[in-house]
């Protein structure tokens, strides 16, 4: 364990940033396997656009777990060491793509999104000023939850519209 690293924590409890901190693990590790598993069994109009943009945010996820266990590991606290305890610490769950159709899992992810922003929002007002370190990594995550939302409804809203297009025009 860093003592120096961890004696520049203003006010808050190293082990009080690890705990949320795993939580956040979990949840990265969750939306990894969600996109992961999302981009193999999409069905569905423009599909290869959301394979795209799964493939791309499940490749994040994984990277944001990477970041989250190095800063829980400097704290002095212990990742996550069993799968079997992502589901027991999640805040935003799994929901596994029992619905296949491009619409149906790109609003599955885009409601896993707004959870992610949520969490990560929170741990920024809980470290605010108090753990730099941990604050400034978790708004660089924000920042991908955030894009990742957009990207999803931006994609989301194309598709919606060019089924009602189709539709149109075929009536
Ligand atoms: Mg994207
Ligand atoms: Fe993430
Ligand atoms: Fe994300």
Redesign the pocket.
């Known amino acids: 364990m860093a003592k120096r690293g961890i004696s520049i924590l203003k006010g808050i409890e190293a082990q009080t940033v690890t705990t949320l901190l795993n939580k956040a693990y979990a949840d990265e590790w969750l939306?990894y396997y969600q996109y992961f598993i999302e981009s193999k069994v999409v069905k569905g109009i423009m599909k290869d656009a959301a394979i795209t943009e799964l493939t791309q945010?499940a490749a994040?996820?994984l990277r944001h777990a990477t970041l989250i266990s190095g800063r829980i590991i400097q704290l002095g606290g212990t990742p996550l060491l069993s799968p079997k305890d992502w589901f027991t610490h999640t805040n935003c769950g799994y929901e596994a793509p029992e619905d296949a159709d491009v619409l149906s899992i790109l609003k599955q992810s885009i409601k896993?999104?707004q959870c992610?922003i949520s969490i990560y929002n929170g741990i920024l007002d809980i470290t605010r000023e108090k753990d730099v370190i941990t604050y400034d990594m978790v708004s660089t995550i924000l920042a991908?939850?955030v894009e990742?939302e957009e990207d999803l409804q931006a994609l989301y809203d194309d598709i919606h519209e060019f089924i009602a297009e189709i539709k149109k025009n075929i009536q």
């Open positions: 939306a945010h994040d996820e896993g999104e992610a991908d939850e990742h």
